[in-house]
């Protein structure tokens, strides 16, 4: 398995330039979104994409989504890739099964979202945390990256499993977590793939 990450707050949004680089679904996208930060994200995914998946980030890579919205590329099955953004960074995961990635920039939790969306002992493992925003992104991260690796997205209840530990089981196979850092304190990063 291989993780890539990328600075996107040098990528200027406006400038078309980056667009010849692009699927015409990344290009239709980015032109959807309204704020510059998040054409920034959106481009320097793809961009990252590129250069996990050819080696370049000129060499653009041919994708498709399922119905639940997990990316896959069409030309190289036997890889499996995921991508995600927050804040400055764009983040890619390759692997050959099943992988999720998530990312997000720290910020202050809200505890609300943690009794509506996590398990009782997930919300008391924050609850008891020194570092309360830290725990929670560290339980919505690897979340996150569960739902994307199973390719679900956000239709399985996230309140349904718990990520407290090193692994969580679906439908009898087992997913593994691993964290990773952009090198930059007020990020959170967890990879999860099928072991």
């Not at 980030?57 to 890739?81: A, F, M, P, R």
């Not at 998530?102 to 910020?107: E, G, P, V």
């Not at 919505?140 to 399985?156: Q, R």
Request: hydrophobic share 35%; glycine share 6%.
């Amino acid at each position: 398995m291989k993780v890539y990450y990328m600075n996107v707050k040098s990528i200027n949004a406006d400038d078309e330039k980056w667009f010849k680089y692009l699927s015409q679904k990344r290009i239709e996208k980015v032109n959807r979104l309204k704020k510059a930060n998040k054409k920034s994200q959106s481009i320097g995914a793809e961009l990252l994409l590129n250069y996990a998946v050819n080696g370049d980030i000129k060499k653009t890579v041919k994708w498709d989504t399922e119905n639940g919205g997990k990316l896959y590329l069409t030309q190289n099955k036997d890889l499996y890739v995921n991508l995600s953004h927050s804040g400055g960074y764009a983040v890619c995961a390759v692997h050959n099964k099943d992988v999720g990635i998530d990312i997000q920039h720290l910020r202050e939790c809200d505890m609300n979202l943690a009794k509506r969306f996590f398990t009782a002992e997930e919300t008391e493992y924050i609850n008891c945390s020194a570092d309360k925003n830290n725990a929670f992104f560290e339980v919505w991260t690897k979340k996150e990256s569960f739902v994307k690796a199973i390719g679900t997205g956000l239709t399985i209840p996230l309140n349904s499993f718990s990520v407290l530990s090193d692994t969580t089981r679906y439908y009898g196979k087992t997913y593994c977590f691993k964290e990773y850092s952009v090198g930059e304190d007020d990020y959170k990063m967890f990879v999860c793939y099928l072991s």
